[in-house]
């Protein structure tokens, strides 16, 4: 923004200016919004009641998910069933109609007053079933409010009138449906996900009885988001693939269009982009078809906003841009803009992004007051301000129509808009951004005060995602006034907040939610770098752990697009007396490492070295690991490294005698093998047992008695372009031989007896405790791409882990050990390690051993074989790491494999014992 170095910001409003007294320490409910930055693909957003996932069936369909953005330009829009699903009110009421009209518009309280109004007049005369269907949309209003007290109420009291079932017509079915409709989005708001489940099949079964389709179809996709609320991801896709069947059997009409688009807008929420793509697609031809301009228009930009997912920014562009040309009106243009702005912005192309201001500038005094109206100025603000961020040579400023007082001007518009509508939440969001904008220009007490104003009206209205947003803006605000104390307070606000929201954070597609991991990750890390100041508390300390840990599950959710990984941490202590636990964490300016060695405070050192000087030496690392590299150059960079992790703990770890180093690893040391590091003497390896963790569920049983049931499987030949692994059979056969000696039991499959349906068989049938598959795999950031090979299919890590979760809910006890040997991580990919991590917890297995790059067959047949015979032999007497420990010494010291591209890169997972 233009700076103003003598005129300070005024923040103008006609309003009277409000105060709020506002403590750190706040109560804080549970809201299913989504916290993600206006700036991410999601930004077409749409307010709907909290928790009703999809958007009405006969309404516009707008993209991404329907999902709540605060700051974002939205559409409103109730759930499938809400409104369209019944018949029209009789016509003696005109007040029930103007309300809905207010609702959709924005005004949110003003319909519910009206509503409130009708509501009585239906009591007055006896009309029970206006009355109940009064209450409902009552309901969806208060929801939307924050109101949840009068939410719940009004929608009991719809179910109160319709009560007597025997005595209603279809209309009546169709009323009750909607009603349980809307019981169910409350309770899924609420955080109760299987009640929500079971009321919408309820349900369901009304609107059957009242031959509604729409409400059918309307609560079974509600159904799958409560599925995957709960975890159950292949019963939600299942659910929503039958449904597809169901309407592409049926004649084109409009209906089927509107079914198809939320069909494809709930596929995009389960990250089953591509399928949506092509839901969507049909959606779009349908109402070509039938000339309905007003719905391709929305439909295009659900399009563009899959493109922009599958990283097709000229795509999407040009969605956006069609999208803009069938716009009903000139809310929903804006929208489009609004979309083509944000990602003009995100993608660098400025010169366009700069020349679409004055056009949105001119577009938005156009606007009719609404909550989207309000949401609209506040996104673009943010791209605008994005774009200040981002111009050297080209300024915004240099527009006639825009600076930074232009901006405030806006926003303090929005906040008054927002007043006028009685609408807490979009006050809130206008009101942070505001803060926000003051902050850019560094007028701090300003910034602080309005950032206050946005935190009480966001708890006042429930808006738990502006609430995190606001708390982390005041503790950045406060950082800067140097008052640390209360900074770090406002951080740890933010933080429980967003740990509040986990299950909601979750439910979005690949791109977006790394974009989400990007925009909320300075959260956890600004706020560890405040705790691990010099002299840092023990109890500062373990805050710091317990947040990067937390860090580590946000992205293992975001990887898996669910939070069902259940969260038992378990002191290092608790489980072996000589482990140590070294977390290391990347910080903006500095490498903190927090060590926890057993029955001793916490202790951390710091490096002071900036993030990317940091990673640079890293990548160095990394490449020096390969085959050709220079040995004295890699030690050089192995023994940086060193110093930085190991060097000062050692004479901590050698006086509690400590035999293996348990790391709970962050950024681009995930990719390392830890086992590399050199002192200058010896490596890592030939010091301690090495193992990794997330940090959280670590299983205490180490592998039990002196046989070993074995379930190994592989491939030697070239499959589905894959080339062939001629040592697989060697290293297989080798199992098979330490089998023979009466330690272990082994089953092989190899080749074409490897499929997928054979695999699934002897996991479901036999009680193995060690799982072996050597064949092609890769483990990526994008689950899609972390995958198994089969003689005749791909297994991904999804798959898979549904595999071992059946085999867990039958008689058959967890894996111990799952191997997987020749898969490497995805080249190129510096979150591939999350694929690692992503098998060894979904799975369920308490330990997986794994390579970070594929090797060659003879090394790996000669360590594996080394791996078993150590475990197998010693009767349960040596732990898991120690075994690969030793099997890695063995190459170290062959001629032929001592360079530690051939050892190294074999990690542990999980529980090391």
């Known amino acids: ?115 409130e109004q009708t509501a009585r007049e239906y009591e007055a005369i006896g009309d029970r ?96 988001t409560a599925l995957q609320s709960l975890g159950q991801y292949r019963q939600a896709k299942s659910l929503l693939e039958s449904l597809v069947v169901q309407l592409e059997t049926q004649p084109d009409s409009l209906l089927k269009a509107d079914g198809l688009a939320n069909l494809g ?130 300024q915004l400023h240099e527009l006639p129509q825009w600076s930074a007082t232009v901006a405030a001007d806006i926003l ?17 969001a206008a009101l942070w951004q505001l803060g926000k904008l003051y902050s850019s220009e560094e007028q701090w007490q300003e910034a602080k005060q309005l950032t206050q104003q946005a935190l009480a009206m966001a708890q006042s209205a429930n808006a738990e995602d502006i609430v995190a947003r606001a708390s982390w803006q005041l503790g950045r605000i406060l950082q800067q006034q140097g008052n640390t104390t209360e900074a770090i307070a406002a951080y740890g606000h933010a933080f429980d907040t967003l740990q509040s929201l986990r299950n909601d954070l979750v439910a979005i597609n690949p791109e977006v939610q790394f974009n989400f991991s990007e925009s909320v990750e300075p959260i956890y890390r600004e706020y560890v770098s405040l705790l691990l100041q010099p002299n840092a508390s023990q109890g500062n300390l ?93 030690i050089q960079l192995s023994q940086h490294v060193y110093d930085w992790l190991i060097g000062p703990a050692e004479s901590d770890l050698e006086a509690n005698q400590i035999k293996t180093l348990v790391f709970v690893l962050d950024g681009f040391l995930r990719n390392l093998p830890m086992a590399a590091l050199h002192d200058g003497e010896r490596y890592l390896i030939e010091k301690y047992s090495i193992a990794l963790s997330p940090g959280l569920q670590l299983f205490p049983e180490g592998l039990e008695g002196k046989e070993l049931q074995v379930l190994a499987g592989g491939l030697t030949v070239a499959r589905q372009g894959f080339s062939s692994l001629p040592g697989v ?78 085999r867990q809910q039958g008689s058959l006890r967890p894996i111990d050990l799952l191997v997987l040997s020749a898969c490497q991580t995805a080249a190129g990919d510096e979150r591939a390690t999350l694929g690692i991590a992503g098998f060894a917890l979904r799975s369920g297995a308490r330990s997986t051993l794994a390579t970070l790059w594929s090797v060659s067959d003879r090394s790996t047949a000669l360590l594996m074989s080394e791996f078993y015979a150590r475990l197998a032999r010693s009767g349960g007497g040596v732990s898991k790491a120690e075994a690969l420990r030793q099997a890695q010494i063995k190459l170290l010291h062959d001629s032929s494999y001592n360079l530690p591209y051939y050892w190294a890169p074999f990690v542990l997972v999980g529980n090391w014992l």
């Open 1 to 115: 923004m233009e700076k103003h170095p003598r005129q300070r910001l005024r923040y103008r409003q006609n309003a009277k200016k409000k105060g709020y007294s506002l403590g750190l320490l706040l109560v804080y409910g549970c809201l299913s919004f989504l916290f993600v930055l206006v700036t991410s693909p999601a930004i077409a957003n749409h307010a709907h009641p909290p928790g009703s996932m999809i958007c009405a069936a006969s309404e516009s369909v707008v993209g991404s998910n329907c999902r709540e953005n605060p700051g974002a330009s939205e559409l409103l829009h109730l759930p499938v069933g809400a409104i369209a699903s019944v018949p029209e009110p009789s016509a003696s009421n005109g007040n029930l109609q103007r309300a809905r009209e207010l609702y959709r518009s924005g005004r949110l309280f003003d319909a519910a007053m009206l509503w």
């Open 129 to 224: 079933f206006n009355h109940a269907l009064t209450l409902n949309y009552l309901s969806f209003a208060y929801q939307d409010l924050g109101e949840w007290e009068k939410a719940a109420s009004r929608v009991q009291s719809s179910l109160n009138i319709l009560e007597n079932q025997d005595n209603l017509d279809k209309r009546g079915m169709a009323i009750l449906g909607q009603a349980l409709n809307t019981q169910g989005s409350l309770q899924l708001a609420m955080g109760d996900a299987q009640t929500a489940l079971e009321t919408w099949k309820q349900a369901q079964s009304a609107y059957d009885r009242a031959d509604n389709e729409i409400g059918q179809l309307g609560t079974q996709i509600n159904q799958a």
């Open 265 to 394: 807008i709930a596929l995009q929420t389960i990250g089953d982009i591509r399928r949506s793509k092509a839901i969507l697609e049909q959606s779009w031809e349908i109402v070509q078809d039938f000339h309905a301009r007003d719905k391709i228009g929305v439909i295009l930009l659900s399009i563009g906003n899959i493109a922009r997912d599958l990283d097709k920014p000229n795509i999407a562009l040009a969605y956006y841009r069609e999208a803009a040309k069938n716009a009903g009106d000139t809310l929903f243009e804006v929208q489009a803009k609004l979309n083509e702005l944000s990602l003009l912005v995100e993608t660098d192309t400025l010169p366009e992004a700069i020349a679409l201001i004055p056009e949105i500038q001119g577009d938005l005094s156009r606007l009719v007051p609404s909550r989207a109206a309000v949401y609209a100025r506040v996104n673009f603000v943010h791209s605008a301000m994005g774009l200040e961020s981002k111009t050297t040579g080209l």
């Open 412 to 428: 303090a518009s929005a906040v008054q808009e927002a007043r006028d509508l009685r609408d807490r939440r979009a006050e809130a």
């Open 542 to 634: 373990r805050q710091a752990r317990e947040v990067m840990e937390a860090l580590q599950l946000e992205e293992l959710d975001n990887f898996f697009r669910d939070a069902c990984i259940k969260v038992k941490p378990a002191a290092i202590d608790e489980i072996d007396p000589q482990a140590a636990g070294i977390y290391p964490i990347i910080l903006r300016d500095r490498l903190e490492v927090i060590l926890s060695i057993p029955n001793q405070p916490l202790r951390h050192y710091t490096t002071i070295l900036p993030r990317p000087e940091l990673e640079k030496i890293l990548e160095n690392l990394y490449s020096s690991l390969y085959i050709g590299y220079s040995s004295n150059e890699r």
């Open 729 to 806: 059979q060697a290293e297989v056969k080798q199992i098979a031989a330490i089998a023979s000696e009466g330690f272990i039991d082994a089953e092989v499959m190899l080749d074409g007896q490897f499929t997928r349906t054979a695999l699934e068989k002897q996991m479901d049938r036999h009680r193995f405790r060690v799982v072996h598959l050597a064949t092609h795999g890769q483990f990526s950031s994008n689950p899609e791409e972390t995958f198994l090979l089969t003689w005749d299919d791909r297994i991904d890590v999804k798959e898979f882990a549904q595999l071992l979760e059946n």
